[in-house]
């Protein structure tokens, strides 16, 4: 059996061999992404093309950036490979921007009505646990 490269050396650097690492449907969605913002396919094109669900796609470019590959996001959901050093820090900045304002929101609901009610009701359980326990003790 022919051996695979997995890794690459250069200048004492390595760097993972990315394409040995993914799966059939990583290597497909990733051949249909163009290099360059402004040659960006949408989800759905991709979807189509692979007859998968728009979720799916999501998932699996999420799975590839997890993996370091340098894909970027139009607001539309347009997939892209960086092209250059500009449309990465573009990308990065507007990704910082949204996950700034989500976890804005996710402390913010941590403090509603409802988040208090589950907090007094989850401590009341406790306190009920610790009783029954001290009972049975």
Same mark, same amino acid.
């Given at each position: 059996? =022919?051996?695979v490269?997995?890794?690459f050396n250069?200048?004492?650097?390595k760097f993972p061999?990315?394409e040995s =690492?993914l799966?059939k449907?990583?290597n497909?969605?990733?051949?249909?992404?163009?290099?360059?913002k402004?040659? /960006?396919?949408?989800?759905?094109?991709? /979807?189509?093309?692979?007859k998968?669900?728009?979720?799916?796609v999501?998932?699996?470019v999420?799975?590839?950036?997890?993996k370091?590959?340098?894909?970027g996001?139009?607001?539309?959901?347009?997939?892209?490979?960086?092209?250059?050093?500009r449309?990465?820090?573009?990308f990065?900045?507007k990704?910082?921007?949204?996950q700034?304002?989500r976890?804005?929101v996710?402390k /913010?609901?941590r403090?509603?009505?409802? /988040?208090?009610?589950?907090a007094i009701?989850?401590n009341?359980?406790k306190n009920?646990e610790k009783?029954n326990e001290?009972i049975?003790?």
């Amino acid at each position: 059996m =022919e051996s695979v490269q997995t890794s690459f050396n250069f200048n004492g650097l390595k760097f993972p061999n990315q394409e040995s =690492e993914l799966t059939k449907l990583e290597n497909k969605v990733l051949k249909l992404i163009p290099t360059g913002k402004e040659n /960006a396919k949408s989800c759905s094109y991709i /979807a189509k093309t692979l007859k998968i669900s728009i979720r799916t796609v999501i998932e699996t470019v999420r799975r590839l950036r997890i993996k370091h590959f340098d894909i970027g996001s139009t607001t539309n959901n347009g997939y892209y490979l960086f092209k250059n050093e500009r449309e990465y820090l573009e990308f990065m900045t507007k990704y910082s921007k949204e996950q700034f304002r989500r976890n804005n929101v996710l402390k /913010a609901m941590r403090s509603t009505p409802m /988040a208090k009610k589950i907090a007094i009701e989850t401590n009341e359980e406790k306190n009920g646990e610790k009783k029954n326990e001290e009972i049975h003790d």
